[in-house]
Structure formats: structure tokens, C-alpha cells
């Protein structure tokens, strides 16, 4: 049993959550269910209800109130069953505080008086209380007003990082609920936190940042509950009781890293017995709506693994160089000993160049820790808010010689369940697949951003439009990307306009003031149809709906009656390899080509959506208009030859995965694209457009070994050749690192960039053959189409109802393929040269060889 998005149910903000199950072993399909909700010891059962639905079922009762407890578990009827299946394990779903008038608690931060406009000190704040008696619950409301890391008794609440994550602050500030009850003790007790600036005040953006982007101060917002055995309740919220005092850490920034101090640090702070010196002042109190505290719908960033050194080098200075092998999100942990004053100083970056860290790429973000020793034996040491994104690490004042153990690379990233896997006979492939996999890692951390190592590191809407496909297959990023879109859509202009990149920040010249761009845009209409098929989450399609009609109607607005959008700021096919290195946008394929087909696009996509939401009025206007843009657009751009006016890669592509050309006009395209791939040398020739749509348009077109061409292709560009110039990551330009070693010039000269990965989708659905067919993976079609000398390959995902898994192999007569479908699924699997096959759940093996590819 899951709840809405989230593995756990402990603090939900939602009084109705919806409920999710997977059938037994063996079920095969779900006749009925009984629900039960266990409130206190007042049990509601549903009784039986007949249907098959499992996923994002509707609560079954009374509304959750704040703070309450129920314990939920379901039973199900399938066919053959002589009654229904043993009752699942309870699981407890908790509310968070569902009412603004909960909270007691106001941001409280440093009391002194602080210059704005300079890099600030971070502060930390305390409280002493008492609790009188045994303590039965305790319960931890707590955000802020930049970073926190909060302390109970000396012990740390939770693991996550970065928290609260980034939000459009002024509507909506991420709060979350702990179990604190074992932190506490009866008698003396102290509560404290680490503050830092993050995103809401510290210097963040293009050329040279933004300060106090959200407001000047740095505060905790915190409210502790605390129940006793005997009912009684005590709430220590934050308020001027609190003290603050500068802490150990001297400086902290996302982009610049940080500096700590051990020789300040009491590490008996947060406890009954810190000191109580005159540093700690009282604190200064703020203000903070709670009607915009909001519980979190995704899991949070934390540490989900560790990495070793693979190589240590000591330089002649007496530096020393680390290499850990992979480009990954995270920070240095070190355990060092040297005496006190002694600065340890780590550095990062993503590639060396003439043996040295490579940071032009990095541009202002300095990506430099700090660390002062105390002298008082080993310490472990770790920053606690910022990120880096590296391969590389130097450092410099190390005493002595440095053990390869000593240090470890901690990798961050928002905590989602994996639920996508590849691979196959290739090896140069399976690292394709694994370098996307990092740079999904590595750019969704809170938002999914674009970059996590310069000074940028936003959520750019055009990248996430591309690679959602992707996305959501490898991992269940639902709950984390509703989030986000939930803030593209307070970020939405009156007139319907979708900012570059949410949440916005200054940007100008180029992206302040915001104008509406194709493709990134289109974020609007194509990421919520994505997830929902993907998920199966209607509900997230409707709340995002009024926002992907608000974008359409502004396309139609500025096409005008001839339905081209034919003006105004576009980056086109962005990043195309044609495009010089100074001007990205400038490539092969007319802009406003673009521009119009995304229009068709997004509004065929809307009228999609307005069909699952049963309205059939708006269903029937945006399907007329998205055919009124499709015969505009082959008006414009379709020559009678049946060439397109931009004869690109990009602009066939465009034209056949959209559905925008007729019969004819659409082999046509998908043969001169095979035509301009192999004329190349199946070279990449598309940037952010063309490139996740390029395998499906020529496979679509009767070319799939063409496809498998240029998936091959290990030249520049291609998707290949990063991997042969040993990248662990997918880079932002093809020639991030150009054949003769040195670094791209171009001012943008990213190493973790998951936008050219979106082919992972293609390598899912064609090379692996999984497919969904209907929302939520309720119907599957397994269809492998090898080629390229591919010899096998094996694909999982873990649906929403279970796992789906193909794996096919190669033989002498044939194909022979291993199927998995998910209970409660219905399926199709069409091996090549045979008719399809109905599939039942459960295991399934086939060869090609036999009559009609059914079961061997």
C-alpha cells in the first residue's frame, strides 16, 4: 500500500490521500477489493467493491484532520479464488498540519544587523525547554527561510539535504513532518538548527548571481508537538524565546561551497550541557504566511550512495588530485588529523585539462570547501549545504600523506525509487545508458535543473520536455515533477506565457523580461500528458490542465488566423551541432518551423487531455485547431518535391514524429531524413528538438537500420563518441570535449546535461520493446526491433502495477524473448516477422521461430 506519490505516509498534506496496491503473486486480475482504515481503534471497512482499480484509488472515508493516524490495509477478490486474498501488512498514513491556523510557529533567525548586500555569515538558533513527563509522540513540523539541519539532544532529525528544496517561495515554502519521539527525554531538553542562505537568499543566477532573491533574512520555522501518555500536549514553537549565535560555519553557498571552522564548533550545542555563552543573543522574528506551507509530494534530496577514489595523485607542490571515476552530484566527506589552524581546502571539477581541474567550465561558481582544524584529533567532516558536480577533486593542505579511504564522494540526488533498467549485447551502449542514468541523478536535485556544477543550475523547462519520456521510466519521479509543475503553473504569466526556467530568477538581457519560446514552452501541454501516461494520475492531468490551455490559446493568439507562429524570440533547435559555438540557436532548421510544429503539437496533446477529462467541447476545439496548424505548417514548409523549406534532420523529424505531414508527404520525409543521416555518415545533425524524436521518425518510416546507425556512430558528433572520449555523463554540447582533448570554447560547456539522453527512450521502447500502451502501464506492448548488430538485450520497469520486463535474445532461427507482464495488466507482444499475441499475466516464453511467435 503507498500513498498519492510517497513511499511513506507520515506527514501527507492532503486530507483525502489516494491509495495505491500491487495484486499478489499468482492474481492475475482483480475482481473486487475491501478497504479497512483503522482510526484509533474505530475501524472502517469498505465492504467489497467490484472493479479492477488499484492505482490512485480515492480515500475511502472521512477526510484526514491534522495530525491524524490511520492505519490502511486492503484484501482483493481474483478470479478462481475461493474468497478473497489474506489482508496486507497495515501501513499508517499521517496528515502534516492541513490548517493554516495550526501553526504557532514564525521564522526566526540571526538578531543582529546584517549588510545585505554582503556575503553573510550563517547563523544557529536554539531552544532550552523542559518536558515534566514521559513523552508518547512527538512530531516535528519544521522548514525555513534558506537551508536548516535540525538537532534534537545533540542527534540529527532526518537525512535529507538541501531541505526545504527550492520552491516558488512567496506561494509555496515546503514543510516536513519528523518522528521525534526518540529524540526527547523526560527533563532538560534543547532543540537546535544549522542555517544556511540557499536558494531564498544567497547569491544565485547568471553573471555573478542575485542576492536576496526571496527576502534578506535567514530563519527556522519550526514547531515541535509533543504528546504525553497522558493525553497533554506541549508545543514548542520557534518564536523570540530562541537564541542565535554565529556558528562554525564562516561562509556557505550553493555555487561557492563552504568553509567551516572546527576550532567554533561545540559539538555539545543542541544538548542540555552546550555552553550558554554571550554569542547566544536573542533571536530576531519574522513573518511567513501558513497558507503557503505546503507538504512535500516527493521524497527529499539525500545521499543515496558513496564513492571511493579510483586514483590519487600527489603533485610536486604537494597537492593532491583525486579521481573517483565517475562524474556524479554530491560533496567530500574526509576524515583528517593535523593540528589546529591547519586549512584543508577541496576543489571540484568535472574534467582535467593538461593534467589540472578544469574550472572555465564552471564559470563563477567556485565550488571550494574549507575546512579549519581544531587540533584535537581525527575529525570526519562533510559540508552540509552545497553541491558540486565533479569527477575531479584537489586538495591542497592535507598534513601528511593521504590515505584513498580518507576521502569519499557522497552522491545527492532527490531520493526517488529506480524503476527502469537496460541492457544489451553493446557494451559502448549500456555506458550510454548508464551516463544518462547519472545525469538524471546528478540534475534532479529538488527541481530538475539543466546543469549541477556552474553558476546556472535552474529548472529549464525545454530540457525536461524533452527527456520527461525518459525521466519517468527510470525512476518514479511523479511526485517530484507534479511538484514542479505545480510552480511552473504559479509562475505562468496572465497572458499564458512559460518562463525559460522555473522557478524564476533575474536573467536578463536574454531571459528577463520572460518571452513564450517553443519547445520550452511546451513543458506546459507535453510533460503532464507524459506522467499521465506514464502513471496513470488523471487527477494530476486535471489540476494541470487550466495551465496547458492558458499556453495553447497565447500560441493561438500570436499565430493569428493563419496559424503559423511565425514571430517573435525562439532558440529554435537549440544546441544543433551546426551552431557555432557563441550562438546555440543559430542551426540548420528555421526557428518558427519549429515554433509551428510545437503548436500542432500541444495542441493535439490538449485535446487529448480534454478527452480523458471527459470534455468534449474542448476536445473538439483543439483537435480542430491542431489540424488548422498541421495544414498551415505543410503549407508553409512542405515544397511540392515534398522536401521541407529547412532541408534538416531536425525539420523531417519534426514533421513525422509530430503527425504533421500526410501519407505520402510523410514517407517522403522519413526518406530524405535517411537520406541527410547517411549522406553525414549517420552523424548527429539535431540539437534540443530533433534529437529525441530522430530514432522514432526514421524507425516510424520503414528505416529502423538507419537509426541503428546513428545510435552506433562513435565519430563527432554522436551519442557514442562522448563515451569513447570516457564520459560518465552525457554532456550538454557533442563536443563538450572536442577529439584532440581540449575543452569546447563555447561559454556553455556543460559535462552533466541529460537533454541528448532523451534517446533512452527510443533505446526503452524500440531496442528493449516496452511499451505503454494505456495510462499507467495498464496495457503493455512488447515489441523488440533489433538491429545494428545487437544481439540481445534486457529491459525492466517497475509500473505502477509491477514489474514488466523483455528480454530477447538472437538465434539461429530467430528471436527468443522472456516476458514478465505485471498483474492486474493486459499485454500484447508482436516479435518481429510475427502477428501479435495476447498475453495474460505472468511469465511468458517466445520464439519467433514458432507458429506465430506464441509460446514456446
Given at each position: 500500500m503507498s500513498f498519492e506519490h510517497l513511499t511513506d505516509g507520515l506527514g501527507i498534506g492532503v486530507p483525502a490521500p489516494r491509495l495505491t496496491w500491487t495484486l499478489p503473486s499468482g492474481a492475475g486480475r482483480q475482481e473486487a477489493y475491501e478497504l479497512e482504515l483503522d482510526r484509533s481503534g474505530a475501524v472502517h471497512r469498505t465492504g467489497r467493491v467490484a472493479g479492477p482499480g488499484q492505482v490512485l484509488v480515492d480515500w475511502p472515508g472521512a477526510p484526514l484532520a491534522s495530525r491524524e493516524r490511520v492505519a490502511v490495509r486492503v484484501r482483493v477478490w481474483t478470479p478462481g479464488a475461493d474468497g478473497p486474498s489474506p489482508w496486507s501488512e497495515p501501513r499508517a498514513v499521517e496528515a502534516g498540519l492541513l490548517d493554516p491556523a495550526d501553526w504557532r510557529a514564525v521564522p526566526v533567525g540571526a538578531g543582529w544587523d546584517e549588510d545585505p548586500r554582503a556575503e553573510r555569515r550563517p547563523a544557529r538558533v536554539r531552544k532550552d525547554f523542559r518536558l515534566d513527563r514521559p513523552v508518547a509522540r512527538a512530531r516535528l513540523y519544521v522548514s525555513a527561510h534558506g537551508l536548516y539541519e535540525v538537532e534534537i539532544n545533540g542527534r540529527r532529525v532526518g537525512d535529507e539535504a538541501l531541505a526545504p528544496g527550492w520552491t516558488v517561495y512567496p506561494h509555496r515554502l515546503r514543510y516536513r513532518t519528523h518522528d521525534v519521539t526518540g529524540h526527547l527525554a523526560e527533563g532538560a531538553n534543547t532543540i537546535g538548527a544549522w542555517l544556511a542562505d540557499g536558494w531564498y537568499r544567497g547569491k544565485y543566477g547568471f553573471d555573478g548571481g542575485t542576492r536576496n532573491i526571496y527576502g534578506t533574512d535567514q530563519s527556522l520555522l519550526a514547531q515541535l508537538e509533543v504528546t504525553h501518555a497522558d493525553g497533554s500536549t506541549v508545543v514548542i514553537a520557534t518564536d523570540g524565546t530562541w537564541s542565535a549565535a554565529p556558528g562554525p560555519l564562516l561562509a556557505s553557498g550553493l555555487y561557492e561551497g563552504e568553509t567551516f571552522d572546527a576550532r567554533l564548533h561545540d559539538p555539545h550545542w543542541a544538548t542540555p550541557r552546550g555552553t550558554?555563552?554571550?554569542?547566544?543573543?536573542?533571536?530576531?522574528?519574522?513573518?511567513?504566511?501558513?497558507?503557503?506551507?505546503?507538504a512535500p509530494q516527493g521524497p527529499p534530496v539525500r545521499?543515496?550512495?558513496?564513492?571511493?577514489?579510483?586514483?590519487?595523485?600527489?603533485?610536486?607542490d604537494g597537492r593532491h588530485l583525486l579521481d573517483f571515476g565517475q562524474n556524479l552530484v554530491g560533496r567530500l566527506r574526509v576524515t583528517v588529523d593535523?593540528?589546529?589552524?591547519?586549512?584543508?581546502?577541496?576543489?571540484?571539477a568535472e574534467v582535467l585539462q593538461d593534467g589540472e581541474l578544469a574550472t572555465r567550465p564552471l564559470r563563477e561558481a567556485h565550488a571550494t570547501d574549507t575546512l579549519i582544524l581544531a587540533g584535537q584529533g581525527p575529525l570526519t567532516w562533510e559540508p552540509r549545504?552545497?553541491?558540486?558536480?565533479?569527477?575531479y577533486a584537489e586538495v591542497t593542505g592535507w598534513p601528511g600523506e593521504l590515505a584513498a579511504d580518507a576521502v569519499t564522494a557522497r552522491v545527492y540526488h532527490t531520493d526517488m525509487r529506480r524503476t527502469g533498467w537496460f541492457e544489451c549485447s553493446d557494451p559502448l551502449v549500456n555506458r550510454l545508458h548508464e551516463n544518462v542514468v547519472w545525469s538524471m541523478r546528478g540534475n534532479f536535485v529538488d527541481i530538475p535543473t539543466d546543469c549541477p556544477q556552474r553558476d546556472e543550475r535552474l529548472g529549464w523547462t525545454g530540457d525536461i520536455q524533452v527527456f520527461a519520456p525518459t525521466a519517468s521510466f527510470l525512476y518514479d519521479c511523479a511526485g517530484m515533477l507534479d511538484s514542479w509543475l505545480t510552480d511552473v503553473g504559479l509562475e505562468q504569466l496572465p497572458d499564458g506565457t512559460i518562463p525559460w526556467y522555473v522557478p524564476v530568477i533575474p536573467g536578463e538581457p536574454m531571459w528577463t523580461p520572460v518571452r513564450p519560446g517553443a519547445a520550452w514552452g511546451d513543458v506546459a501541454t507535453l510533460t503532464?500528458?507524459?506522467?499521465?501516461?506514464?502513471?496513470?494520475?488523471?487527477?494530476?492531468?486535471?489540476?494541470?490542465?487550466?495551465?496547458?490551455?492558458?499556453?495553447?490559446?497565447?500560441?493561438?493568439?500570436?499565430?493569428g488566423p493563419g496559424r503559423l507562429w511565425d514571430t517573435g524570440f525562439q532558440l529554435g533547435d537549440w544546441l544543433d551541432p551546426a551552431a557555432p559555438p557563441d550562438d546555440p540557436a543559430a542551426g540548420r532548421t528555421d526557428r518558427y518551423l519549429v515554433a509551428t510544429a510545437y503548436f500542432a503539437h500541444s495542441a493535439r496533446h490538449l485535446a487529448r487531455a480534454a478527452a480523458e477529462l471527459g470534455d468534449d467541447a474542448d476536445a473538439a476545439r483543439y483537435t480542430a485547431?491542431?489540424?488548422?496548424?498541421?495544414?498551415?505548417?505543410?503549407?508553409?514548409?512542405?515544397?511540392?518535391?515534398?522536401?521541407?523549406?529547412?532541408d534538416s534532420p531536425t525539420a523531417y523529424a519534426l514533421g513525422v514524429a509530430f503527425g504533421l505531414l500526410t501519407g505520402r508527404q510523410r514517407q517522403a520525409a522519413g526518406d530524405r531524413l535517411a537520406e541527410l543521416v547517411l549522406a553525414d555518415d549517420a552523424r548527429i545533425a539535431t540539437g534540443f528538438v530533433g534529437t529525441p524524436l530522430i530514432c522514432d521518425a526514421l524507425t516510424d518510416t520503414g528505416h529502423l537500420d538507419v537509426a541503428y546507425r546513428l545510435l552506433l556512430q562513435t565519430e563527432c558528433p554522436s551519442w557514442l563518441y562522448p563515451v569513447t572520449m570516457g564520459a560518465t555523463t552525457v554532456w550538454e554540447r557533442w563536443d563538450s570535449l572536442r577529439p584532440d582533448g581540449t575543452l569546447n570554447p563555447g561559454g556553455m560547456t556543460s559535462f552533466n546535461h541529460y537533454a541528448l539522453g532523451a534517446v533512452a527512450d527510443w533505446l526503452h521502447r524500440v531496442v528493449g520493446g516496452i511499451d505503454a500502451t494505456a495510462p499507467g502501464y495498464r496495457e503493455i506492448a512488447f515489441r523488440p526491433r533489433p538491429g545494428g548488430g545487437i544481439t540481445w538485450a534486457r529491459t525492466r520497469h517497475e509500473t505502477p502495477y509491477g514489474t514488466a520486463s523483455l528480454s530477447w535474445e538472437l538465434t539461429a532461427t530467430g528471436l527468443t524473448a522472456r516476458v514478465t507482464v505485471p498483474e492486474g495488466c493486459r499485454a500484447t507482444a508482436e516479435l518481429p516477422g510475427c502477428a501479435p499475441v495476447a498475453l495474460a499475466p505472468g511469465e511468458h516464453v517466445l520464439d519467433s521461430a514458432g507458429p506465430a511467435g506464441k509460446a514456446a
Open positions: 550558554r555563552s554571550a554569542d547566544w543573543t536573542p533571536v530576531r522574528t519574522g513573518s511567513r504566511d501558513p497558507r503557503t506551507l505546503v545521499c543515496t550512495q558513496e564513492v571511493t577514489p579510483v586514483a590519487v595523485r600527489r603533485t610536486d593535523g593540528p589546529a589552524g591547519t586549512a584543508v581546502t577541496l576543489r571540484h549545504f552545497t553541491l558540486h558536480g565533479f569527477r503532464p500528458w507524459t506522467l499521465y501516461r506514464r502513471f496513470g494520475d488523471l487527477d494530476l492531468l486535471r489540476r494541470h490542465y487550466p495551465m496547458a490551455r492558458a499556453w495553447v490559446e497565447l500560441m493561438a493568439r500570436l499565430a485547431l491542431a489540424d488548422e496548424v498541421a495544414d498551415a505548417f505543410r503549407r508553409r514548409y512542405v515544397l511540392p518535391s515534398g522536401r521541407m523549406t529547412s
